[in-house]
């Protein structure tokens, strides 16, 4: 395994894709992404969507190559917004090490500054059950299964489901996972 340097990894936020950052971004999907589908072209256009924010783990050492990112939507729902974890992803060497926990912070410390301006009610995703590294990760930030929700399957056939977590009328604190 390769040794990683944490000092050269930060967390950015998206404001204006270039077209090297959106060719990255379809790589890491596209790799993350294959047993479910053909994700490549689909989450890299999702990256220039009207609200969706992308969050970037850039790796500083590496001439700022793309890592990993998370994009999160947030959709207007009866007076109210619905934010969507519509994707994470990293390299496969930059897994199982803790930065898919850094993504979340980066996304539920945005959440957390945005419900300051407007009410989100719930945070949703959609996982593969059996992507037991993905659904413990979301369940540690208190994520559970929507048992309501029948999403059928991904392009691949794999079975997809939500898990949510229903927001407080406040902001969130950081010790709050």
Not at 15 to 37: K, L, V, Y
Not at 46 to 64: A, F, H, M, N, Y
Not at 135 to 159: A, Q
């Amino acid at each position: 395994m390769v040794q990683l340097n944490f000092d050269y990894l930060e967390i950015e936020t998206l404001t204006d894709p270039s077209p090297r950052e959106i060719r990255q971004i379809g790589a890491i999907a596209e790799n993350a992404f294959q047993r479910f589908g053909h994700y490549r072209d689909f989450i890299a256009s999702l990256v220039s969507k009207q609200g969706v924010i992308t969050g970037l783990l850039v790796d500083r050492s590496e001439d700022d190559r793309i890592v990993g990112f998370l994009l999160l939507g947030l959709f207007p729902e009866d007076g109210k917004f619905i934010a969507d974890v519509l994707a994470i992803a990293l390299l496969r060497m930059y897994r199982g090490v803790g930065l898919g926990k850094d993504l979340m912070e980066w996304a539920f410390a945005l959440l957390n500054n945005i419900s300051l301006r407007k009410r989100i009610s719930e945070v949703r995703l959609t996982v593969a059950p059996d992507n037991e590294r993905a659904v413990r990760l979301f369940t540690r930030y208190g994520f559970s299964f929507d048992r309501e929700s029948d999403l059928g399957t991904y392009p691949s056939g794999v079975k997809a489901v939500y898990m949510k977590r229903t927001l407080p009328p406040e902001p969130l604190l950081h010790d709050e996972k």
